[in-house]
T-cell receptor, first 109, second 114 residues
Framework: RKEVEQDPGPFNVPEGATVAFNCTYSNSASQSFFWYRQDCRKEPKLLMSVYSSGNEDGRFTAQLNRASQYISLLIRDSKLSDSATYLCVVNGGYNKLIFGAGTRLAVHP | EPEVTQTPSHQVTQMGQEVILRCVPISNHLYFYWYRQILGQKVEFLVSFYNNEISEKSEIFDDQFSVERPDGSNFTLKIRSTKLEDSAMYFC????????????FGPGTRLTVL
């Protein structure tokens, strides 16, 4: 089983749509979880950390289910500028980040 | 807003040559990292560095790789004898604290080995 597994995408959605990404991780001892965003040929940028209680930042909502080892990201009211690859990231201990392969989102007018 | 910087943005080298990739982490950060991303693949951890020592390294980080903090601001990754398969984007990252803290990534150095 891959350490971090994501929906492969791509997701092609119209502006204003709601889109959800899922991610599973294999190491039940993992303690920290993140969603990063990566634009083409650019560096990963932190979108949000993910907490057990769930957290929201504007149009973005992240959820963590430790029992199922499952992480989700919900984007509401999609904008053209949301087009990017979304990376599910888990801390693998000793500060090592383990990245998923990413899910590509394309928002069209 | 403070940011991680990396130089050069693109490095082209011949197979077998040594390369040094440079990074300036965010100034008050204590933990430093190198990651790489081969074109079309996922970001992979190479090494973490704290208190002038390697904290952890991946299987990719073999004897051909080394890291150094030569002064108070720079953090370097050296590849001693480059191979074709070393061609990738190399990202430096830093964090203020250790496990669980947010890592901030630099813009990357694209290494092309011919």
């Amino acid at each position: 089983r891959k350490e971090v597994e994501q929906d492969p995408g791509p997701f092609n959605v119209p502006e204003g749509a709601t889109v959800a990404f899922n991610c599973t991780y294999s190491n039940s001892a993992s303690q920290s979880f993140f969603w990063y965003r990566q634009d083409c040929r650019k560096e990963p940028k932190l979108l949000m950390s993910v907490y057990s209680s769930g957290n929201e930042d504007g149009r973005f909502t992240a959820q963590l289910n430790r029992a199922s080892q499952y992480i989700s990201l919900l984007i509401r009211d999609s904008k053209l500028s949301d087009s990017a690859t979304y990376l599910c990231v888990v801390n693998g201990g000793y500060n090592k980040l383990i990245f998923g392969a990413g899910t590509r989102l394309a928002v069209h007018p | 807003e403070p940011e991680v910087t990396q130089t050069p943005s693109h490095q082209v080298t011949q197979m077998g040559q040594e390369v040094i990739l440079r990074c300036v982490p965010i100034s008050n950060h204590l933990y430093f990292y190198w990651y790489r991303q081969i074109l079309g693949q996922k970001v992979e951890f190479l090494v973490s560095f704290y208190n002038n020592e390697i904290s952890e390294k991946s299987e990719i980080f073999d004897d051909q790789f080394s890291v150094e903090r030569p002064d108070g601001s720079n953090f370097t990754l050296k590849i001693r004898s480059t191979k074709l398969e070393d061609s990738a984007m190399y990202f430096c990252a830093s964090s203020a604290l250790g496990t669980g803290d947010t890592q901030y990534f630099g813009p990357g150095t694209r290494l092309t080995v011919l």
